[in-house]
């Protein structure tokens, strides 16, 4: 083979071997959290509290790539000093081995009045990296007890809801029939009763916002409350809790 020739082949093999380590390189789509909704909003989506257990609900967009190989999530406790967060990873989705939940995590491992931050990363075949996602945050807050109607109690059709109060600034009432979960109520108000003091009540409707006038008659409802401690300058809370559900029945 000529000289000629052997360089040729060389420029070859290496403009080759350059394509296929800037293909390796390609760093993978930045991940994109899902909007965060008001309390009051019908569909409540992105970062939030939830009724069952205490934890913090995370939702993002999915990245769409056939190199896609899943996301890594990360989380710190919000530094006092207002220093850089010391973020560490509590979690390797797999989009393979999680088809059904790998857009989505509930973190349980937390703990009451601790702000929360969390990033996520999506990762290729290769495992290289994302940059990382917007940075959010949440801190749950106590729960509040719900005293009337609950345990499938018989009550009218504009029924009296109770509920033990706690330190927060904003309630919002959550009514749902059942067991189609569609909303007929929702209503967000200041906190006026005793912060984590007795107990507050409102009747249905008191704001006139229901889609029902009057709950329908024998049939069965949900009701829930949501706690608002502190928000954001989009009046989407980002300090809050979620109450359980609890059932009734209208008369007939």
Request: aromatic share 12%.
């Amino acid at each position: 083979m000529s000289l000629k020739n052997c360089i040729i082949l060389l420029s070859v093999f290496s403009i080759i071997n350059f394509y296929c380590e800037k293909e390796q390189k390609i760093i993978p789509e930045t991940v994109i959290w899902v909007e965060k909704s008001l309390p009051e909003d019908t569909l409540e989506t992105g970062i939030d509290a939830n009724s069952v257990g205490n934890g913090i609900f995370l939702q993002w967009y999915p990245v769409i790539s056939a190199e896609l190989e899943g996301y890594k999530l990360y989380r710190a406790v919000r530094p006092e000093d207002q220093s850089e967060p010391d973020f560490e990873m509590i979690k390797n989705i797999n989009i393979y081995q999680n088809p059904e939940c790998d857009t989505a995590f509930y973190d349980e491992d937390v703990n009451i009045e601790i702000r929360y931050m969390y990033m996520v990363r999506s990762y290729n075949h290769s495992n290289t990296r994302s940059n990382p996602s917007d940075t959010i945050q949440y801190q749950l807050t106590v729960k509040s007890d719900l005293v009337s109607p609950i345990q499938n109690k018989v009550v009218n059709s504009r029924p009296q809801f109770v509920w033990n109060n706690t330190n927060v600034n904003e309630i919002v009432i959550r009514v749902e029939s059942f067991p189609d979960y569609v909303p007929v109520w929702i209503s967000r108000f200041m906190n006026t009763g005793g912060f984590g003091v007795g107990q507050s009540s409102k009747n249905y409707n008191f704001d006139g916002s229901a889609g029902l006038s009057d709950l329908e008659a024998g049939k069965n409802y949900r009701w829930r409350i949501d706690c608002i401690k502190m928000v954001n300058p989009d009046n989407t809370e980002y300090s809050g809790s979620e109450s359980e559900w609890q059932f009734f029945q209208i008369e007939e």
